[in-house]
């Protein structure tokens, strides 16, 4: 099973859209790995976990196939992770999609109402689900759990384990320090790959986004409670400027942790 990241930047992208700093500069002159456009990722080719304002181009750099996609799950309302312009797509004559095309969205009360404001679901041949933390959405070939984030107070931001094709994935962004009840949940689950909000660098920040020291903590408690273990892959993404630590710098201060550092484009067979 695939997992494709199509997106592993924070919400400005790097280098920022409009932004003049340092790191952005040197993001620019490296170029590679460093260039990192707004977060999301394709799994098993037809699950996409948010759809971006780079979704698009990125689906055409890296191959992959929008009109296979049947599952849309979004984390939250952010526009780096949420582009509902893009749904009107879906709809004749934009789109000629054939009959048996359904896309099911799952996104908190916020999402899916601003789905319903822009788009016309029926036309557009999505079936809306509005979610909520610990919801277990479940298919014949996959199940989701759908757990609550610190990031934003103002709607249900949601993280997600995607257990399929008998490995179980953790999607773990946008996020701060996990709440007690997404940690007690975790404990139920053995992970074949976490993927961790690494936004801030070196920072010491655990409220709405985490930076290095909080990941390699949050990596050390799921060992701990046997949620993963050497065999399971960490993942750090969802890189902003901010930060300040460029592909090289960040590969040389996480690999100690086991730590792989995502970036676009990254394809992962598990
Ligand atoms: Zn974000
Ligand atoms: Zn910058
Ligand atoms: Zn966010």
Redesign the pocket.
């Known amino acids: 099973m695939e997992i494709v990241f199509l997106g592993t930047s924070?919400?400005e992208g790097w280098p920022g859209v409009f932004c003049t700093c340092k790191y952005c500069q040197r993001a620019k002159e490296l170029g590679g790995k460093n260039i990192r456009t707004r977060?999301s990722a394709v799994i098993w080719e037809k699950i996409l976990v948010d759809l971006t304002p780079d979704t698009y181009l990125n689906s055409l750099r890296h191959n992959i196939d929008l009109s296979k996609l049947r599952y849309l799950f979004i984390t939250h309302s952010?526009q780096?992770?949420f582009y509902p312009p893009e749904l009107h797509m879906r709809v004749e004559p934009f789109a000629y999609l054939p009959e048996d095309a359904t896309l099911d969205i799952f996104g908190n009360s916020k999402v899916t109402k601003i789905i319903e404001e822009r788009v016309n679901c029926e036309k557009a041949k999505i079936r809306l689900h509005t979610i909520h933390p610990f919801d277990r959405i479940e298919y014949e070939e996959f199940t989701v759990t759908a757990l609550p984030a610190d990031h934003a107070p103002e709607e249900e931001c949601l993280l997600y384990v995607i257990e399929i094709d008998n490995k179980t994935i953790f999607y773990g962004h946008?996020s701060g320090w996990y709440p007690e009840k997404t940690w007690e949940k975790l404990k139920e689950f053995y992970l074949d790959v976490a993927i961790f909000d690494c936004t801030f660098g070196n920072s010491e920040q655990r409220q709405g986004h985490m930076g290095i020291p909080a990941i390699i903590e949050a990596k050390e408690l799921l060992e701990k409670y046997g949620s993963i273990d050497n065999r399971s892959i960490c993942i750090a993404t969802?890189f902003s400027h901010n930060g300040g630590l460029l592909y090289d710098e960040l590969v040389e201060r996480l690999r100690p942790y086991g730590f792989i550092v995502a970036y676009d484009g990254l394809v992962l067979n598990v």
């Open positions: 924070a919400a977060s952010h780096d992770h946008d969802h």
